[in-house]
């Protein structure tokens, strides 16, 4: 097994919506923001090759957007996740399998291209994962979280026949097993993978940046902070027993990271693997 980080570009957002009901004066230490108040947000995917497999987690935003929501977002245009995918050894269609943790924008959408136009699969040998919950969520999501997808991508992955809906947490593919978070939006599945003895997680919004291991430090953007709480809990508390490697998709300072529990909470450590 390989495992590869490519990148998707970058956005930002708000720190305080970053960082909910954490006062800057405290998240501000260890999260940069410029004077705008935004903070730098990586879009990091991960491949992985498992034999004939080639996995791509996560997709980035994808060519939907007008400038000026680019410009909003901080996101500046470009194939970059195609780019870093060929600096990598890899084609669009060498891919075989898509592992979408969630439906929001910044997650899924680069999934699909438009050409003139027209959509098409960004990955034309695929199959798409992503749960059965979160499908049926963003069909029915409040006015809170509604923005958050875009339903003609979405609407045209279901209809092209390529999205898988996964039902029950458990192996998904070989040393590679997912469980489900409901706190940030229902059926946000998150990736375990078994690698060299260790076990990789790969994070999603259920820890976005290595300044949210902390207990308490979650962002406004999870649909129910105290199911985050609770969640988070369990998972940071496995994640320290069994020396748990987390990947971070947001954090644009740290890819990687280990959580240790002391006296204070939890904390993470920065590791690089090489």
Known sequence: MKLIPVSAGSFHCDGGALFGAIPKVLWSKVYPADENNFTKLALRCLLI??????????????????EKHLKNNGVIPGNHLEDSLAKNGYSPSDITD?????????????????????LKPAFPKANYWCSKTQWEH???SNQREKAAYHTEVL?????????????KEGE???????????????????PFIRFEGKTIVYTSDLIPTLAHIPLLWMASYDLYPVKTMEEKETFLNQAAENNYILFFEHDFYTEQATVVKTEKGFQGKRITLS
């Open 98 to 118: 898509v592992f979408l943790t969630h439906l929001h924008w910044d997650h899924a959408t680069g999934g699909v291209k438009n050409e003139n136009g027209q």
């Open 138 to 140: 963003s069909k029915v």
């Open 49 to 66: 090759e498992n034999g004939a497999q080639k996995i791509l987690i996560e997709t980035g935003i994808g060519n939907h957007y007008p």
């Open 155 to 167: 609407d045209f992955l279901f209809h092209s026949g390529k999205l898988r809906l996964v039902e």
């Open 172 to 190: 998904l593919f070989p040393d590679i097993g997912v469980r489900f978070y409901d706190g940030h939006t229902p059926g946000q599945m998150i």
